[in-house]
């Protein structure tokens, strides 16, 4: 029978922040698959656990996803961590879930630490709608295209961003989404210098050019705000009118009603009637 691949979220900074269920998956999987084998084996020193580890990042996940799938096929249960935060999510394992998918093998995902949940959940933007953007392009173009295709998105966006790229994104995204929308910039979450800063994108520009961002971020982006309708014009006035006199109700009515619907004055209205 084949056997499991769990994929298991780690601290992103506090590791106090492991669960009791991520603990206990770490330690009766037949292997961890680990993005960084160093990384991961700080993590099982601290939790007391020694497990066979195999490598699984970037740059080898073609050639190393086929073994841990014939292993997973073979029986064996997989645990699959990223260095930080929950596998898969601009991390590896978005192709081995595919692979394990299609090969019909059971993926379970155990819920736990996320920068983009815990940044999205503390930083004061409207939560009720949002979108996860990863990370943008290095390049000055393609990361002003990324931009562009969200100039009308009004869901809160979220970013990954390292801090040596910080503030030429900050510049490209206030160049593109205007350097009043609101932005929370988050830093170091869960760790001891952990902050948040609500404000705007030319005072986040302003604060780091006098001092060199440090850290890891994820920044919240305010969503654009909903176009608001042309107002009514005097023609759209008169056709109303004209409507609703059609439809029985008599001038004085039509243009009362016409001036609520439209928002407009009733002797406007009344002119853009007569006309
Ligand atoms: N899969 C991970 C997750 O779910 O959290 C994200 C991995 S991605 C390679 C790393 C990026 O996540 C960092 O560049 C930063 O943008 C964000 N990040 C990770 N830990 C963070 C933290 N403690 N505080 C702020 N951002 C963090």
């Given at each position: 029978?084949?056997?499991?691949?769990?994929?298991?979220?780690?601290?992103?900074?506090?590791?106090?922040?492991i669960s009791q269920r991520c603990r206990?998956?770490?330690?009766?999987?037949?292997?961890?698959?680990?993005?960084?084998?160093?990384?991961?084996?700080?993590?099982?020193?601290?939790?007391?656990?020694?497990?066979?580890?195999?490598s699984y990042y970037e740059h080898n996940k073609a050639q190393k996803g086929n073994v841990i799938l014939d292993r997973?096929?073979?029986?064996?249960?997989?645990?699959?961590?990223?260095?930080?935060?929950?596998?898969?999510?601009?991390?590896?394992g978005e192709e081995l879930v595919k692979q394990c998918a299609d090969a019909g093998v059971t993926v379970c995902a155990i819920p736990g630490p996320c920068a983009v949940i815990t940044a999205l959940s503390i930083s004061g933007q409207s939560t009720g709608r949002f979108c996860f953007e990863g990370f943008l392009s290095t390049a000055k173009k393609s990361r002003r295209e990324h931009l562009e295709a969200l100039v009308t998105e009004q869901r809160t966006?979220?970013?990954?961003?390292?801090?040596?790229?910080?503030?030429?994104?900050?510049?490209?995204?206030?160049?593109?989404?205007?350097?009043?929308?609101p932005i929370s910039l988050c830093r170091e979450l869960t760790k001891l210098h952990e902050e948040v800063i609500r404000t705007t994108l030319s005072a986040a520009i302003e604060l780091y050019n006098q001092q060199a961002p440090k850290g890891e971020f994820v920044l919240v982006v305010a969503g654009a705000k909903p176009e608001e309708k042309p107002?009514?014009?005097?023609?759209?006035?008169a056709a109303r009118v004209a409507e609703l006199i059609a439809s029985g109700m008599s001038r004085k009515d039509a243009v009362k009603q016409t001036a609520q619907e439209l928002k407009l004055p009733k002797n406007a209205v009344y002119d853009a009637a007569l006309k």
């Open positions: 029978m084949a056997g499991m691949l769990y994929l298991v979220p780690t601290p992103i900074g506090n590791l106090g922040d206990q998956t770490l330690e009766t999987a037949d292997f961890i698959a680990a993005e960084d084998t160093r990384v991961t084996l700080k993590l099982l020193n601290y939790l007391g656990i020694k497990k066979s580890l195999v997973i096929l073979a029986g064996e249960t997989c645990a699959l961590v990223s260095d930080a935060g929950s596998p898969a999510i601009s991390d590896p966006m979220i970013f990954y961003e390292a801090p040596h790229k910080l503030l030429a994104t900050l510049e490209s995204m206030a160049e593109v989404f205007g350097a009043d929308r107002a009514a014009t005097a023609e759209d006035a």
